[in-house]
């Protein structure tokens, strides 16, 4: 009997501020149960035994925060941290990761833009064959498609924002606009290179 913590072992991979913050919002399994009604979020703060930060990831951008993996070792956290109640996570999640989400969609749509505006540039300076990179057909399409992706990316990402402004964000829209973006943006840069 724990009596008033919880004993959270394992890892999380792939944690933004992983080192920098003091508290961690940590989902974990309370127990056998299966599914959604297992999963109970609690704050664990920096320093507290038996938990340490793992690996930092190596990024070639976004560097502003690191990201990381959170390790837990027989870590003893007080029910007193809990969030949202036992069974309570998912609630709790669903409630605060909207504007996670946003976030890092309107991240990713400003790096595809910003890799666009720079491959717009380049074609238009770049000579080949007598005559700027961006006269060719096959260029243009490129362009014409990074366009188009940056464009939709931003109208789910401005729809989703809206509906937060407005207290009525759907959590799926906020997924599909962030995972949208992210995709948008690999391939966006990938081009522009």
Do not use: W
Request: aromatic residues 8%.
């Amino acid at each position: 009997d724990l009596g008033d913590c919880y004993r959270l072992n394992g890892s999380k991979i792939f944690i933004s501020n992983a080192g920098l913050s003091d508290y961690y919002a940590v989902m974990a399994r309370l127990g056998p149960q299966k599914g959604l009604e297992g999963l109970t979020m609690v704050g664990v703060e920096k320093g507290m035994r038996g938990f340490t930060v793992g690996k930092l990831e190596g990024k070639m951008g976004l560097r502003a925060h690191p990201t990381g993996e959170l390790v837990f070792e027989d870590c003893l956290v007080p029910k007193k941290h809990l969030l949202g109640g036992e069974g309570g996570g998912m609630g709790v999640f669903m409630g605060v990761i909207g504007p996670a989400l946003l976030g890092c969609g309107a991240s990713s749509l400003g790096i595809a833009r910003a890799a666009f505006e720079k491959a717009v540039s380049y074609a238009k300076e770049r000579y080949t064959f007598g005559q700027p990179l961006g006269k060719h057909q096959a260029v243009q399409m490129m362009v014409f498609d990074m366009a188009t992706a940056i464009e939709a990316s931003r109208l789910l990402l401005y729809r989703a924002a809206h509906d937060f402004d407005c207290g009525r964000l759907n959590p799926v829209d906020a997924f599909m606009a962030k995972m949208y973006a992210t995709e948008m943006a690999v391939d966006v840069t990938y081009k522009a290179m």
